[in-house]
């Protein structure tokens, strides 16, 4: 079975660090492409950051950019989000998700999401 | 960036509806085009990819159309268990975007 677990959420200070994990498995992990997504309490879903099968390619949202950095490791199956300079807008439940790997692209599996609260 | 619209962001409709959902890009996206479904608490999931492909073990009552700047997310007939949000996404850019969701609840 394809599945995606996350790890690594909670209560963390404005201005503070934190790490979150994804452990795959069911899948060639090393093949895909992989995302974070957050979304506010209340709120929609937001596009958060995305790194290649080899880690070439990584992009950001704007509003992380400079502050979180992707990354991960094939050998161990992990998808990693480092997170510093928390704000409270950055408040969400975390999720990564896979892609396609078609060229039209789209997200399949998620995982159940890991909740990151910034506050003091 | 793409930005991506949505309507109606709510509805209300009845078990055997038909319902539809619309979404927008702020400039065209070919068929990269997809939507998933949310229920509180849970992780989205993906219903339709590439604009109109239904993802497997969705249910035929789910279709998608459209190419461009606009797409449509149909329902056929409304099922208790449809009661969600539903968002679209893009994947023409490297910047994924999502739409801000439409929520479908009982009337």
């Known amino acids: 079975e394809v599945q995606l677990v996350e790890s690594g959420g909670g209560l963390v200070k404005p201005g503070g660090s934190l790490r979150l994990s994804c452990a795959a498995s069911g899948f060639t992990f090393s093949s895909y492409s992989m995302n974070w997504v957050r979304q506010a309490p209340g709120k929609g879903l937001e596009w958060v950051s995305s790194i290649s099968s080899s880690s070439s390619y990584i992009y950001y949202a704007d509003s992380v950019k400079g502050r979180f950095t992707i990354s991960r490791d094939n050998a161990k199956n992990s998808l990693y989000l480092q997170m510093n300079s928390l704000r409270a807008e950055d408040t969400a439940v975390y999720y990564c998700?896979?892609?396609?790997?078609?060229?039209?692209?789209?997200?399949?599996?998620w995982g159940q999401g890991t909740l990151v609260t910034v506050s003091s | 960036d793409i930005q991506m619209t949505q309507s109606p962001s709510s509805l209300s409709a009845s078990v055997g509806d038909r319902v539809t959902i619309t979404c927008r890009a702020s400039?065209?996206?070919?068929?990269?085009l997809n939507w998933y479904q949310q229920k509180p608490g849970k992780a989205p999931k993906l219903l339709i990819y590439?604009?109109?492909s239904l993802q497997s073990g969705v249910p035929s009552r789910f279709s998608g159309s459209g190419s461009g700047t606009d797409f449509t997310l149909t329902i056929s007939s409304l099922q208790p268990e449809d009661f969600a949000t539903y968002y679209c996404?893009?994947?023409?850019?490297?910047?994924?975007?999502f739409g801000p969701g439409t929520k479908v609840d009982i009337k």
């Open positions: 400039q065209s996206i070919s068929s990269y």
């Open positions: 996404q893009q994947s023409y850019s490297t910047v994924f975007t």
């Open positions: 998700a896979r892609e396609s790997g078609d060229p039209l692209n789209w997200f399949d599996p």
């Open positions: 590439a604009a109109s």
